[in-house]
């Protein structure tokens, strides 16, 4: 039995894509179960290829089935382009898609923006990608989903409720009926062929999007996303019983980032900011905003590790610290005269804590080259105070940090075991 999920323990653009696709390699499934396309999965192959993932699963690009399940909003734009990229370097393999899995249309991404603009200075900062206003016309109950778009009858019946509710004009019949050859050729029970899959002993992996902190329950509300990014998830959106997940891999990026509004207790306004943006490429893959920098913070990653039950850690952009003289930490928090440890991510709290800071001795900077023999080599070659790093991190955590992640190229990695 053999259920892998992959999930971010910070606030999104944790590398999940890259770790996706390397455990993805001897995978025969990979699936996307929550979220859209405000998602921005790269992998980069060892030849330099970028490749980016907005709504399929980053581990197709290693040849798995992918597979979209019924927790997730499916921007049919998104879909085709990458099915289509899938193909053009000759590794799709036929999508699979939940007949219950919600669709995105051009109206959610107009009330995306306008809710955005009504909430003035208070607003979220979201991908605009539709993704609130698709999520809340399925809690409406008013969704159109694939199999709706399948049958005639349904679609007009469901586009009529549409209608009279957000007052859509424009020909939306039009864009779905012009989007739907992908959505026939995949739709399934995508629950019942998962299930089997893993009854019959195969390797499906299953790729979160965004990250702990931006989940709608757990994150910091409401500046988070509009759906379950943490371990829970997978169940409810693929219909698989947790029972069947094997592991658990959480990702940490070795600092943190956040794209959007809201609370960053240990961002960083200064030039040592502006440095770990600049070199860690610090841009949002889907939209292109900047993404705001700040030290790894503890109390709220052992908050994530804690409710993800995460197994082990893939540690990522640790090459982004190489050159700095001091790496700090944050350990834990002070807010009003006590000590926080572990910090459930509730803007109230946040907005209180003082981060404490350990300082660590950092390492030299290395050539992209230099880290590739690196990876060649295995975990002794690393940088003695990365090594050093790394267990500090692994101490304050309490898990395992088995992959490390010391560039973009799916190759640069080192496996400890
Ligand atoms: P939405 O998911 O587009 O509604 O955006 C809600 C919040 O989640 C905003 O702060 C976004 O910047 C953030 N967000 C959504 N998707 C991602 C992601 O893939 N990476 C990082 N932040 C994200």
């Not at 739709?187 to 390797?203: A, Q, R, W």
Request: charge should be negative; include cysteine.
């Amino acid at each position: 039995m053999s259920g892998i999920v992959v999930l971010g323990l910070q606030w999104g653009d944790e590398g999940k894509g890259k770790v996706s696709y390397i455990l993805s390699r001897d995978a025969d499934y990979v699936v996307r179960f929550q979220g859209g396309a405000n998602a921005g999965h790269t992998v980069v192959l060892d030849d330099g290829r970028e490749l980016r993932f907005n709504m399929l699963p980053a581990g197709s690009a290693a040849g798995a089935v992918p597979c979209i399940a019924s927790g997730t909003v499916v921007d049919l734009d998104e879909l085709e382009e990458e099915v289509n990229l899938l193909r053009s370097i000759g590794v799709y393999r036929n999508l699979l898609i939940s007949k219950c899995a919600n669709i995105v249309l051009p109206i959610h991404k107009s009330l995306d923006r306008a809710l955005e603009e009504a909430r003035g200075k208070r607003s979220v900062g979201t991908t605009g990608r539709g993704i609130g206003p698709a999520y809340s016309d399925k809690a409406l109950r008013i969704g159109l989903r694939v199999e709706d778009v399948l049958d005639p009858e349904a679609l007009s019946s469901r586009l009529e409720v549409l209608r009279s509710i957000h007052k859509v004009y424009g020909d939306v019949e039009g864009y779905i009926l012009q989007k739907s050859s992908i959505l026939r050729e995949s739709v399934c029970d995508l629950e019942l062929i998962l299930n089997d899959v893993i009854d019959g002993g195969g390797k499906i992996v299953f790729e979160g999007a965004q990250g702990t902190l931006l989940d709608i329950d757990h994150g910091t509300y409401p500046y988070v996303t509009s759906s379950n990014t943490t371990i829970g998830a997978v169940s409810t959106s693929c219909g698989v019983s947790l029972r069947k997940i094997s592991e658990i891999v959480g990702v940490m990026k070795a600092y943190t980032t956040r794209v959007g509004e809201g609370v960053f207790p240990t961002e960083l306004k200064d030039q040592i900011g502006e440095r770990l943006r600049e070199v860690g490429g610090e841009y949002g893959t889907t939209t292109g905003r900047p993404r705001r920098v700040g030290w790894l913070d503890i109390p709220l990653l052992r908050y994530a590790v804690k409710i993800n039950d995460v197994d082990w850690i893939a540690l990522t952009k640790i090459d982004v610290l190489s050159g700095l003289d001091k790496i700090k930490i944050c350990v834990e928090y002070e807010v009003e005269g006590s000590r926080i440890v572990l910090a459930p991510p509730r803007v109230s709290l946040l907005e209180k804590a003082k981060p404490v800071l350990i300082e660590v001795d950092g390492w030299t900077k290395l050539s992209r080259d230099e880290w590739r023999k690196i990876s060649e080599k295995g975990v002794d070659a690393l940088p003695e105070n990365a090594i050093r790093y790394i267990e500090i991190v692994e101490e304050l955590l309490g898990k395992p940090i088995k992959l490390i992640s010391c560039g973009a190229e799916a190759g640069l990695v080192v496996w400890r075991t």
